[in-house]
């Protein structure tokens, strides 16, 4: 496990992106329209209970973890509220456990799921809404089995699961728009086989991947990847659908994570890397991102123990090409930026200071001026042509 190096660092600068947007007002009207008339009755439900109508638990549920789902919600417009209550597995054996089974348009809420193989499985439903709930020791939190579907996650945990949110492999599509959520201690936190996610102002803390993409997107907004195994991963380049068509990260914090990517899979291989006005900080190496396009912006590159290395991937044959601008690399152990051949991007307007290795080593990128760089211990630039003020 990593070192958990200057997280006050962490904490201090982490709290300048934790705002709440006002878009996320608006991302939620839409689909909490549909449930604002709900007035959940209070019931006395029973494991293996049928849900068709608003209902609102009263107790905790054991159930002994059959095939059979603890609860099943049928009908479209449905608000399950736990109540606070808790829905776990009583048996000892978890395979094949299913929690809370979802069939039509519906809103589960208010409560913890705990210890099933998947916690919520939606089938064949449209769009689901989660919010306020915690899954905690479960095979997949959330679990896309044969569906499209459009999910949006609101203030919730996922604790100690093998997998956050997930999907049956080459068998279901969808979008997971997450929101002011928090993933701690999972294998995986986030699972992209042909969905997109939309991440913003939540927390990735411990976990062994915060997020991977295997055959999908995701966009990272105001958010936190702080003491992880490993901030991303992508599937290796073999070509087909297996492909990360894109990772955007913008206004977030990365620090004290152990990696960047997995040990087997090193490099983030994605079709189009954007990186936004980023804090890169205290992390124990660089990130190497393999890619067609690259817009990285803003970001600043600070006290790792490695910079930044952009480089072609196999997954298309041509160079990579795109901007990388004004971004600060500062006191990285090894270079700052490095451009490997045969990657074109223009560079412009960097400053690189007191670096290990090279400011900015850049032999086949276009120069686009204004890059500043000092006190680097290989040399400050080559390939651009850098001020030292």
Request: negative net charge.
């Amino acid at each position: 496990m990593h070192k958990a190096k200057g997280f006050s660092v962490t904490a201090a600068i982490g709290a300048l992106f934790l705002g709440a947007p006002a878009a996320l007002a608006s991302d939620r009207e839409a689909l909490d329209a549909r449930f604002q008339q709900a007035k959940p009755v209070e019931c006395d439900v029973q494991c293996g209970d049928v849900i068709t109508q608003h209902t609102k638990l009263t107790h905790d549920l054991s159930c002994p973890g059959t095939d059979e789902p603890a609860l099943r919600i049928e009908g479209d417009g449905i608000v399950l509220d736990l109540g606070g209550h808790t829905v776990r597995r009583s048996s000892p054996v978890r395979q094949d456990t299913l929690g809370i089974v979802v069939t039509g348009t519906s809103m589960v809420r208010n409560g913890t799921i705990r210890g099933f193989a998947r916690g919520i499985q939606t089938e064949g439903v449209d769009s689901l809404r989660v919010h306020k709930l915690t899954f905690a020791g479960n095979g997949t939190a959330i679990y896309n089995f044969f569906s499209t579907t459009s999910f949006l996650v609101t203030n919730s945990r996922f604790i100690g699961n093998d997998v956050g949110l997930g999907s049956e492999i080459d068998a279901s599509l969808g979008s997971f728009d997450v929101r002011s959520s928090h993933f701690e201690n999972n294998r995986l936190g986030i699972y992209l086989d042909t969905h997109a996610a939309d991440v913003l102002d939540s927390t990735f803390t411990g976990n062994e991947v915060g997020i991977y993409c295997f055959a999908g997107s995701a966009r990272v907004r105001s958010s936190v990847f702080a003491r992880n195994d490993a901030v991303a991963s992508t599937t290796v380049p073999i070509g087909g659908r297996d492909i990360c068509e894109r990772f955007r990260f913008e206004n977030t914090l990365i620090a004290n994570n152990a990696s960047f990517a997995p040990t087997e899979t090193p490099i983030w291989n994605v079709v189009q890397l954007d990186m936004i006005n980023n804090w890169i900080v205290g992390n124990d190496n660089g990130l190497t991102a393999g890619s067609f396009q690259v817009y990285i912006q803003g970001n600043t590159f600070w006290d790792n123990a490695g910079g930044l290395t952009l480089e072609d991937t196999p997954i298309v044959s041509l160079p990579q090409t795109g901007i990388v601008r004004a971004n600060r690399f500062l006191r990285n152990n090894g270079d700052g930026l490095r451009v490997l051949p045969a990657s074109t991007p223009t560079v412009l307007g960097n400053v690189a200071l007191g670096n290990t290795g090279w400011g900015i080593h850049a032999p086949t990128a276009f120069d686009g001026g204004g890059n500043v760089a000092r006190n680097n211990g290989a040399g400050n630039c080559e390939g651009v042509t850098c001020a030292p003020y």
